[in-house]
Structure formats: structure tokens, C-alpha cells
């Protein structure tokens, strides 16, 4: 089963915009990684934020964890375009590595 | 940095023939990869985790028979759909973790291959 639940299930902006987005997960993490994916392709890494971190920042993008309440957001700032994509959240829970996925956001920035 | 390449990238045959699919790294070897299934729309689905030179190791509701996964050399797994029927229709995407990987690093993913059965 899922481990991560993400809201909303889709965000639509104008470029210039701020777009966050949340994910929730239930169990306790080694770590929580953010991932963008474009339509019908692969995934592309964004970001890895571990468990003993509470916030961390690339470029636009700004990724925040709170771990007493299971919780996580990814903040992209003056959005474009070209941000447009499905966003997934995923835990990193076992000594694996297996990754559980939430059910992603997807963002539509409009010109 | 670290590739990892997936193979074919798109598949469409008819039903009851089986499919396989390759995914490589590339520049590390990678004694642990993952194997996952994402259907239009929805989010992925951890298949199984190869180990090489081991068994796989599936996760609960996946079919060990219809999935094959064979993991012979630490840059090669392979994925193979016997017996493919329009349900298995999906997009299919692995990941490698190198010898090196910790908790606090990435996993590397391929392009995916999306399997259309007819």
C-alpha cells in the first residue's frame, strides 16, 4: 500500500506563482525524496530531505519535514511553464532502500 | 552522474506472448534494484526488489510467475511479463541503488518502458 498521501491532487497557477504541495506519510522514515515527472516520462530527483533534517532548499525549490506529524511540503517558487508536471512524494522507511510513493500532485502552470 | 537505462522504451504486442525488459547501470554497479508499475493517472507501485545473484524479493498481490525478474549481473536486471494480457498493460520503471548507497542518497531511475498489450 501507498505510504504517502499527497494534496491537492492537482494545482492549476500562472507562472510567477507559488505552488506547495503537502505529503503525509505513516510510518517512520530514514528519509523523504521529492520527485517531478513529466507526462508518460520518467522520474526526475528533485530533492532528498532526511529524517533529522527539517528543511532544505534547491534553487526554486524549498522542501520542508515535520516528523511528529508524518508530514512533509514542497514549495516551488515563481513557477513557470515549464514546472509543469506531476510531482510525487516518496519514503525511504527500510534498510532497502524501497521507496513508498504517494499519490502525487499534478501542476499545470499556465503563460 | 549515475545513469541508468531502461529497454525498450515503448513495447505493443498481442496477448499471450511475454515481454521482457531491461534495465542497466550504466556507470556503477547496482546490487540492489527495484522494479515498479504505474498505471495512467495513478502513482508507482513497488513490484519487487532484485538482489543479484539472489531471488527476487516481491511485494504482496504481485504474481512471482507472471513477473519474472532475473538479476544476473550487478549492471542487469530484467523484467519478464509471460503471458501478457491487456491488464498488464502499464508503464514499467526501475531503479538502481549502488554498493556505496546510504540512506542518504538518491536511487537512480530509468526512462521507463510503457507496455501496451493488445
Known amino acids: 500500500s501507498q505510504q504517502g498521501e499527497e494534496d491537492p491532487q492537482a494545482l492549476s497557477i500562472q507562472e510567477g506563482e507559488n505552488a506547495t504541495m503537502n505529503c503525509s506519510y505513516k510510518?517512520?522514515?530514514?528519509?523523504l525524496q521529492w520527485y517531478r515527472q513529466n507526462s508518460g516520462r520518467g522520474l526526475v530527483h528533485l530533492i532528498l530531505?532526511?529524517?533529522?533534517?527539517r528543511e532544505k532548499h534547491s534553487g526554486r525549490l524549498r522542501v520542508t519535514l515535520d516528523t511528529s506529524k508524518k508530514s512533509s511540503s514542497l514549495l516551488i517558487t515563481a513557477s513557470r511553464a515549464a514546472d509543469t508536471a506531476s510531482y510525487f512524494c516518496?519514503?525511504?522507511?527500510?534498510?532497502?532502500?524501497?521507496?513508498?510513493f504517494g499519490a502525487g500532485t499534478q501542476v499545470v502552470v499556465t503563460p | 552522474g549515475a545513469v541508468v537505462s531502461q529497454h525498450p522504451s515503448w513495447v505493443i504486442c498481442k496477448s499471450g506472448t511475454s515481454v521482457k525488459i531491461e534495465c542497466r547501470s550504466l556507470?556503477?554497479?547496482?546490487?540492489?534494484m527495484f522494479w515498479y508499475r504505474q498505471f495512467p493517472k495513478q502513482s508507482l507501485m513497488l513490484m519487487a526488489t532484485?538482489?543479484?545473484?539472489?531471488?527476487?524479493?516481491?511485494e504482496q498481490g504481485v504474481e512471482k510467475d507472471k513477473f519474472l525478474i532475473n538479476h544476473a549481473s550487478l549492471t542487469l536486471s530484467t523484467l519478464t511479463v509471460t503471458s501478457a494480457h491487456p491488464e498488464d498493460s502499464s508503464f514499467y520503471i526501475c531503479?538502481?541503488?549502488?554498493?556505496?548507497?546510504?540512506?542518504?542518497?538518491?536511487?537512480?531511475f530509468g526512462d521507463g518502458t510503457r507496455l501496451s498489450i493488445l
Open positions: 516518496a519514503t525511504d522507511s527500510d534498510s532497502w532502500g524501497k521507496l513508498q
Open positions: 530531505i532526511r529524517s533529522n533534517e
Open positions: 510510518t517512520s522514515i530514514n528519509n
Open positions: 531503479s538502481a541503488r549502488p554498493p556505496s548507497w546510504s540512506s542518504r542518497q538518491p536511487q537512480h
Open positions: 532484485s538482489n543479484e545473484g539472489s531471488k527476487a524479493t516481491y
Open positions: 556507470d556503477f554497479q547496482a546490487t540492489t
